[in-house]
C-alpha cells in the first residue's frame, strides 16, 4: 500500500476514535433527538478516518478513494446536524417525511457525483498528491457541484445557528447554558471551515473533521452532565409549560433554580424569577412566607390551602413544599407547587348549597335506590309523615300507602321512573299516626355521567290543606250553581207574570189617549203620555230579564233566514221612532254602498240588538241625533253601527257597561244595565264582535260585525 505515517495524521486519527467511541455510546443511551448525534458522529468518523488516511496515501488513486469515502460524512453531516438542532429546539413538525426528502436530496446526489466524478469532474479536476512536512494531501481544482455542495451545507448550518440563538434567548437557567454550547459549537463549525476555505490553516489542514469529532464529545459530556437531548429539556418544555400547576425548585440555599410559566403567573413578577431568592418572592404572602419557613427542613409534603388575588380576581391553591434529594438520598432542596382548587372549592360551595337548599326545604325530599329502598329524607319528610330519618332509611316508600289509591297509579309511577320519565301525580298517603294526607309529588331517575339511572329523587308537597279548599269550593260552587237556577226560574217566571199586565197597562193607555172611551183633554194626553212611557220602559226591562235568563241558562236558539237590511231597520222603527220624537231628537238611517242586498241571520235576535243599542242611544242623548248605518265590511262580513250625539261613556265606564246589571257612574239611576250586556252576549253567539268609540261629551259609536251568512 502507498501509505506513510506522518505526525498530524495522529491527531485527525485520534477525531475518529473519538467520533467512533461517540456512536457506540449514543446508540446505548439514544433518546429523543440522540439518532441524530449518533448520525453527526458517523458522519464525523468517516470523515476524519479518511481524512486521516488521505494524509497517509502517497498514491493519486488511494488519495480519491479516501477522498469519496470522506464524502460519506461531508455530505451528510451538515444536514443531521440541522436535525439535531430541531430536534433540540422543538420543531420535530418540520421533520416530516417530504422535508426528509428534500433535505437529503442534495447530500445524496453529492454522493452519487462524488463517487463518479471521474465520469464528468463536477466536484474535483485536475487531482495531484501535495506533500508538506507534516501529511500528504489531494489539491484539484474545484468543480461546480462542489461549490453547490458548499453552499448548500453552508445553508444548513446558518439555519441551525439561527435556530440555536433563538432558543438561546427563549431559554432559563442550565437550558440557557445548554443552548449556548450548542450555539459556540455550531459557531465553531463555522469558524473552522471558513479558515479551511480561505487557506489560512496551518499547510491547508482541514479542521472541519476534527471539529466536528472533538465538539462531539463536548456534547457528550453535556448529555451525560445535563441529558439535554433525554427527556429535559424537549419533555422538560413540552410538560412544565403546559402543566396548569406552578412549580417551583429552590436549592439547598432558597435560590429559584427553575419556575414554569404558571408558577410565574401566579407570583406576578415580571421577571422569571430565576436566581431570586425563595423568601422574597413569598413576601408578598406573609400566610405562605410562614408556612414555608415553617415546613421548609420538613422531610415531608406539606400543604397550605391559600386565597390569593390573580389580575384582580381570587384563586384558591394548594400550595405544597415537598423535600428534593439526590441519588445518595440527602436533601438538595425543595419544590413548591401550586395547585389550583378554585373550581374543586366552587364545586364543593356549590354541594353545601345544593345540600343545605334539600334540607331546608319546606317539600319533603327522598331518595332511593333502583329498588325503592330509601337511602336519604329531608327533615320536611320527617315534619310530613312522622317518621325520623333513622326509622325511614332502610324502608320502602309503601309505608305511606294509606290503601284507598287505585293500583294503577303504582304501576304507572314505576313504568314511567323505570323507563326514565318524570312521573308527576296527586296520592293520598298515610302518616305514621294513621292520618291521612294528600301529597304533589315529582317522581324521576338520577342518573350518571353515562345517563345509566342510579337512584330515583322524590319531591313532595303536603297538599291536604289545597284539597280541603278544593272541596269547599266544590261544595259552595254548587250550591251557586243551584242559586244561580233558582234566580234564573225566579226571573222567568216574575218576566212572564209581570208582563200581560204591562201589555194591558200600555194597551190600555194608548186607546184612552186616542179618545175611545170618551174625549181626553191635553193635560190627561201629557199624564198619559207619561204612563206610556214608563209602561214601555218597564215592558223593554222584563224583556230584557227575560233574555238574560235564557243566557244564563243556555237556553238561546237560532232561526236563521234570509231577509234584506231595509226589513232589519223597519221592524224597530215604529217603536224607536216615537223614543226619539217625544225627546225631540233626530232619528236616521243609513245604508251604505256597498253593503249586502240579503243578510242571513235570525231576525228576532238582530231585532232586539238594534232596539236595545237604540233605546240605549236615544236614553242618553239630550239633544242632536241617533244614527243607525249599515255598512260592509271586507267580502264576508257586515257591520250594523249606532251612533249618537249624546253625553258619552268615559274609559273607566267603557268596559263595565258590557257587563250584566253594571252601569256607567253617572248614569247609576236610569236603566237596569243589561242591554248592552245582552247585545254583547247574543253577538258573541252568533260570531260577530262590538266595538266601541267613545269621548265623554262628543258622544257614542257602538260598532256590531257580523258573518253575512251565518
Same mark, same amino acid.
Given at each position: 500500500m502507498h501509505l506513510a505515517f506522518t505526525s498530524y495524521s495522529s491527531l485527525v486519527f485520534f477525531a475518529a476514535v473519538i467520533a467512533l467511541f461517540m456512536v457506540v455510546w449514543s446508540m446505548r443511551h439514544a433518546a429523543r433527538g440522540g439518532n441524530w448525534f449518533s448520525v453527526v458522529m458517523i458522519g464525523a468518523f468517516f470523515w476524519s478516518a479518511g481524512y486521516g488516511l488521505e494524509m497517509l496515501s502517497t498514491d493519486l488513486q488511494y488519495a480519491l478513494f479516501w477522498v469519496k469515502v470522506q464524502y460519506l460524512g461531508i455530505a451528510i453531516v451538515p444536514v443531521s446536524w440541522l436535525f439535531l438542532v430541531i430536534s433540540y429546539t422543538r420543531n420535530q413538525q418540520w421533520l416530516n417525511r417530504q422535508n426528509l426528502i428534500r433535505l437529503l436530496a442534495i447530500p445524496l446526489i453529492t454522493l452519487l457525483i462524488?463517487?463518479?466524478?471521474?465520469?464528468?469532474?463536477?466536484?474535483?479536476?485536475?487531482?495531484?498528491?501535495?506533500?508538506?512536512?507534516?501529511?500528504?494531501?489531494?489539491?484539484?481544482?474545484?468543480?461546480?457541484?462542489?461549490?453547490?455542495?458548499?453552499?448548500?451545507?453552508?445553508?444548513?448550518?446558518?439555519?441551525?445557528?439561527?435556530?440555536?440563538?433563538?432558543?438561546?434567548?427563549?431559554?432559563?437557567?442550565?437550558?440557557?447554558?445548554?443552548?449556548?454550547?450548542?450555539?459556540?459549537?455550531?459557531?465553531?463549525?463555522?469558524?473552522?471551515?471558513?479558515?479551511?476555505?480561505?487557506?489560512?490553516?496551518?499547510?491547508?489542514?482541514?479542521?472541519?473533521?476534527?471539529?466536528?469529532?472533538?465538539?462531539g464529545l463536548i456534547i457528550a459530556w453535556e448529555l451525560y452532565r445535563y441529558r439535554i437531548l433525554d427527556i429535559v429539556p424537549i419533555a422538560r418544555d413540552a410538560i412544565m409549560d403546559i402543566i396548569p400547576d406552578g412549580i417551583v425548585v429552590i436549592n439547598h440555599q432558597g435560590i429559584i433554580i427553575d419556575i414554569n410559566q404558571a408558577a410565574q403567573q401566579i407570583i406576578g413578577k415580571k421577571q422569571s424569577g430565576l436566581g431570586h431568592p425563595i423568601a422574597e418572592v413569598l413576601s408578598q404572602w406573609p400566610r405562605s412566607l410562614s408556612f414555608y419557613d415553617a415546613n421548609k427542613e420538613l422531610e415531608v409534603v406539606s400543604h397550605l390551602e391559600q386565597v390569593l388575588k390573580i389580575d384582580e380576581k381570587d384563586f384558591s391553591f394548594d400550595f405544597s413544599i415537598a423535600p428534593l434529594k439526590n441519588t445518595n438520598g440527602y436533601r438538595i432542596g425543595s419544590l413548591l407547587t401550586w395547585h389550583d382548587i378554585t373550581s374543586q372549592k366552587q364545586s364543593e360551595e356549590k354541594l353545601r348549597k345544593l345540600s343545605r337548599a334539600v334540607e331546608q326545604s319546606a317539600s319533603a325530599i327522598v331518595i332511593t335506590d333502583l329498588n325503592g329502598t330509601i337511602e336519604y329524607v329531608n327533615p320536611a319528610f320527617s315534619k310530613v309523615t312522622g317518621y325520623t330519618a333513622k326509622e325511614a332509611i332502610g324502608e320502602n316508600p309503601r309505608i305511606l300507602k294509606s290503601g284507598k289509591m287505585d293500583t294503577q297509579i303504582y304501576k304507572k309511577l314505576w313504568a314511567d321512573i323505570t323507563n326514565g320519565k318524570v312521573w308527576f301525580g296527586e296520592i293520598l298517603n298515610k302518616n305514621k299516626s294513621g292520618e291521612l294526607y294528600w301529597e304533589s309529588s315529582t317522581i324521576a331517575p338520577i342518573t350518571n355521567e353515562n345517563g345509566k339511572p342510579t337512584h330515583y329523587v322524590a319531591v313532595k308537597e303536603n297538599i291536604s290543606q289545597r284539597k280541603r279548599m278544593e272541596q269547599e269550593l266544590a261544595e259552595a260552587r254548587d250550591q251557586a250553581l243551584k242559586a244561580s237556577h233558582l234566580k234564573s226560574r225566579l226571573l222567568t217566571n216574575v218576566s212572564h207574570d209581570m208582563k200581560t199586565p204591562l201589555g194591558a197597562i200600555v194597551g190600555y193607555s194608548e186607546m184612552i189617549k186616542e179618545g175611545l172611551y170618551g174625549p181626553v183633554t191635553e193635560r190627561q194626553k201629557e199624564k198619559l203620555d207619561i204612563i206610556f212611557q214608563n209602561s214601555n220602559v218597564l215592558s223593554e226591562y222584563v224583556s230584557n230579564l227575560l233574555e238574560q235568563s235564557k243566557i244564563e241558562s243556555g237556553n238561546i236558539t237560532f232561526n236563521f233566514s234570509s231577509f234584506t237590511p231595509q226589513e232589519l231597520i223597519s221592524s224597530i222603527a215604529d217603536h224607536v221612532s216615537l223614543l226619539a220624537k217625544n225627546k225631540k231628537i233626530d232619528l236616521n238611517a243609513d245604508i251604505v254602498s256597498g253593503a249586502p242586498k240579503t243578510i242571513t241571520g235570525d231576525f228576532y235576535w238582530l231585532q232586539r240588538i238594534l232596539t236595545n243599542m237604540?233605546?240605549?242611544?236615544?236614553?242618553? /242623548?239630550?239633544?242632536?241625533?241617533?244614527?243607525?248605518?249599515?255598512?260592509?265590511?271586507?267580502?264576508?262580513?257586515?257591520?250594523?253601527?249606532?251612533?249618537? /250625539?249624546?253625553?258619552?261613556?268615559?274609559?273607566?265606564?267603557?268596559?263595565?257597561?258590557?257587563?250584566?246589571?253594571?252601569?256607567?257612574?253617572?248614569?247609576?239611576?236610569?236603566?237596569?244595565?243589561?242591554?248592552?250586556?245582552?247585545?254583547?252576549?247574543?253577538?258573541?253567539?252568533?260570531?260577530?264582535?262590538?266595538?266601541?268609540?267613545?269621548?265623554?261629551?262628543?258622544?257614542?259609536?257602538?260598532?256590531?260585525?257580523?258573518?253575512?251568512?251565518?
Open positions: 462524488a463517487w463518479t466524478n471521474e465520469l464528468h469532474e463536477l466536484v474535483w479536476v485536475n487531482p495531484a498528491v501535495e506533500s508538506n512536512p507534516f501529511f500528504n494531501h489531494l489539491v484539484f481544482e474545484q468543480g461546480l457541484w462542489y461549490w453547490i455542495n458548499v453552499i448548500y451545507a453552508y445553508t444548513l448550518i446558518s439555519i441551525s445557528t439561527i435556530l440555536l440563538i433563538i432558543a438561546s434567548t427563549k431559554k432559563e437557567g442550565i437550558y440557557k447554558q445548554q443552548s449556548i454550547v450548542l450555539l459556540i459549537f455550531s459557531i465553531t463549525i463555522w469558524f473552522g471551515n471558513i479558515i479551511y476555505m480561505l487557506g489560512l490553516s496551518p499547510y491547508q489542514l482541514d479542521l472541519s473533521p476534527i471539529i466536528f469529532s472533538f465538539g237604540v233605546n240605549n242611544a236615544i236614553k242618553f /242623548t239630550e239633544e242632536g241625533s241617533v244614527t243607525i248605518s249599515i255598512l260592509p265590511h271586507g267580502e264576508n262580513k257586515w257591520d250594523l253601527r249606532v251612533s249618537d /250625539t249624546g253625553a258619552g261613556i268615559s274609559i273607566e265606564d267603557q268596559e263595565r257597561i258590557f257587563v250584566a246589571f253594571q252601569k256607567g257612574d253617572k248614569d247609576s239611576k236610569i236603566g237596569a244595565g243589561l242591554g248592552l250586556a245582552i247585545v254583547k252576549e247574543i253577538t258573541g253567539l252568533m260570531g260577530g264582535t262590538i266595538t266601541l268609540e267613545s269621548e265623554v261629551g262628543r258622544g257614542s259609536t257602538f260598532t256590531i260585525t257580523l258573518p253575512i251568512k251565518n
